[in-house]
């Protein structure tokens, strides 16, 4: 816990500050909750079922969730990678979290390794934690691109997954296709050279959210050991309702027994299964999301502004954040600097690479405009 929940730690410091100096005076740019609400498609669905309720919807289910739905997001997925998803390749979860956290107790033996890149989001951690797996952090390049040889480097006979998360929270980093093959192709080495299976989990709930034109790189058409967790948090504003779900390759050869242990480890780790409306809504709105572009417009404020002031960054393709180099080495001290000025940030510590900090613009213009005295104040201060 002292070590844990960076990003809470600074959400109740900006209820402190809204406290003593108002809420129009603090800025706070910590916590990735969507400003921007659902798409009308959504409301339209959520009223037409309200209205129109069908006997049962309330009930209890299969554990994997509704047919209808998990065909829904199969023939989204289908239609996106151009693989032949099915019903049975789709487990409905409490959200992307829920979602990993059921993978990681369905593959994981006593002391499996896990790796995971950082600059990475924090609960990975205690996620792989959670069921007896421990975590290898390796570090990606200085574009925070993946460092093949320090992947390969931290592959072992103990390794069982490795957790990709594009765009990348919190750098916002997009890995492309010809990196994601070059990964695929190193880790069918490895399950050679030591007679493994190794699985990419790649969390995927900003994968909709991707700007300047590009292509999302999927990873399933690159390699068949490849299980999605995802959410519609993101990408349809819904953070508050923790509705994804879990797709396995339709090729991998053990996906049979996989997909029952995942049903099952959905049940008895309490989830049981996804909300039931959100099940029914979300089948019809498989196509629709928030506006990209309203959050592509509050990237470019941000970069060029903060740019400007000298501060150094690494542009992000996707997701809603910056992650950009702090002027002080130690960037729990210049985190506390920035609060002088109401201004709310998370430390890169937070993330598994001290030395930045990061920030969310998933907000509403005013407190990103607002910001902005007080960073040109700190990089006065720190980077002239």
């Known amino acids: 816990m002292q070590e844990g929940g960076w990003i809470r730690r600074m959400f109740e410091v900006g209820i402190a500050l809204k406290a003593q100096y108002g ?8 916590l990735g909750n969507p400003i921007m609400e659902p798409p009308p498609e959504f409301h339209e669905e959520l009223r037409r079922i309200a209205q129109n309720p069908s006997p049962g919807m309330h009930r209890y289910m299969p554990n994997a969730g509704y047919p209808e739905t998990r065909q829904a997001v199969a023939d989204t997925l289908s239609g996106e990678t151009g693989l032949p998803f099915g019903i049975g390749d789709i487990v409905m979860t409490c959200g992307a979290a829920g979602a990993a956290n059921v993978v990681l107790r369905t593959i994981l033996n006593p002391a499996d390794e896990v790796i995971i890149l950082s600059p990475f989001f924090g609960e990975y951690v205690y996620y792989i934690q959670n069921h007896n797996g421990a975590p290898v952090i390796v570090p990606t390049d200085a574009e925070f691109g993946l460092d093949l040889e320090a992947i390969e480097a931290a592959v072992t006979e103990r390794t069982r997954a490795i957790i990709l998360n594009s765009p ?7 890995y ?3 990196d994601i093959k070059a990964l695929a192709d190193l ?4 399950e050679t050279r030591f007679g493994s299976e190794i699985f990419v989990i790649s969390d995927e709930p900003y994968r909709k959210i991707i700007y300047d034109g590009l292509v999302y790189p999927q990873v399933f058409p690159q390699y068949e050991r490849t299980i999605v967790v995802n959410s519609h948090a993101k990408d349809l504003g819904l953070p508050g ?6 797709a396995v390759h339709p090729a991998y ?10 049903v099952f480890c959905n049940r ?3 989830f049981v299964n996804a909300p039931a409306l959100m099940q029914h809504v979300v089948r019809a709105v498989q196509g629709a999301s928030v506006d990209v572009g309203e959050y592509q417009r509050k990237r470019d404020f941000l970069y060029e502004r903060l740019t400007g002031m000298g501060y150094e960054i690494v542009k992000p393709q996707g997701a809603f954040y910056l992650f950009p180099r702090s002027p002080l080495d130690d960037d729990e001290a210049f985190v506390a600097a920035l609060q002088e000025y109401n201004v709310l940030v998370v430390p890169g510590k937070g993330f598994g690479t001290p030395g930045h900090f990061r920030i969310s613009y998933c907000l509403d213009d005013r407190v990103l405009e607002g910001s902005m005295d007080g960073f040109a104040r700190a990089a006065e201060q720190y980077l002239r």
């Not at 809420?23 to 910590?30: H, P």
């Not at 050869?253 to 995942?262: H, I, N, Q, R, T």
């Open 241 to 246: 309702e923790r509705i994804g779900h879990i």
């Open 23 to 30: 809420e129009d005076s603090v800025f706070d740019l910590s």
């Open 268 to 270: 008895v780790l309490g």
């Open 253 to 262: 050869g053990g996906k049979a027994e996989l997909v029952d242990g995942l």
């Open 176 to 178: 492309p296709t010809e």
């Open 187 to 190: 880790l069918r080495r490895a």
């Open 168 to 174: 990348n929270n919190p750098s916002g980093v997009v």
